[in-house]
């Protein structure tokens, strides 16, 4: 899928010039353990080698989903995280396209200095400036493959504190 996606010039140009070892450091900055059995020669019980790493793709996709904004403070973060524990114990998709984020702003932005703008100031309620047109239809779809990948396989939500996990882990690997 992504040698498909270089081919047909569906990333940005910035990183298709990327030296191979860069993507092997973004892929090792990903790498999680297994949990397993395995003894400390890394076999399992029943004699084959184990799998020593694995890539966490959802923080991955996260990450990708979110590289205009900045990443919240551990207060927001959390603030964040009470807002949509307050849909329930599993956020319905609904819900959390509904739900404000720290994000919203920058990620519905239509041109590059509403971008700047949004990341660099609060928006107040007194601006006497004409209000502006952001790009909700493009909001509600990035907050769709968060969502997406964030969700858990056989639940018919998310939960709060795994999005919130996530995007701590996403933190730590600055």
């Known amino acids: 899928m992504v040698i498909s996606n270089y081919q047909s010039y569906k990333v940005p140009d910035r990183w298709r010039n990327l030296s191979f070892q860069s993507i092997l ?16 020669n890394g076999k399992t ?15 991955i996709f996260v ?7 900045n990443l919240p403070s551990d207060e927001v973060l959390q ?23 720290w994000f919203d702003s920058v990620e519905s932005a239509n041109t590059p ?9 609060q928006q107040t309620s007194t601006d006497q400036e004409e209000p502006e047109v952001f790009d909700t239809k493009r ?5 769709r493959l968060i969502w997406l990948s964030v969700k858990r396989t056989n ?7 795994d999005l919130v996990e996530v995007i701590k882990d996403i933190k730590s690997l600055q």
């Open 25 to 40: 450091n973004l892929i090792n900055k990903f790498a999680q353990k297994p949990l397993a059995n395995q003894s400390e």
């Open 45 to 59: 019980p029943f004699g084959q080698e184990g799998r020593s790493q694995f890539v966490n793709w959802k923080k």
């Open 63 to 69: 990450l990708f989903a979110l590289a205009s904004s």
């Open 79 to 101: 603030t964040y995280g009470s807002e949509l524990a307050y849909y329930g114990n599993v956020v319905s998709l609904e819900d959390f396209q509904n739900a404000d984020a």
């Open 113 to 121: 200095s509403q971008m700047i703008r949004a990341s660099t100031t």
């Open 139 to 143: 909001l509600r779809e990035l907050k």
């Open 155 to 161: 639940e018919e939500g998310i939960r709060a504190q």
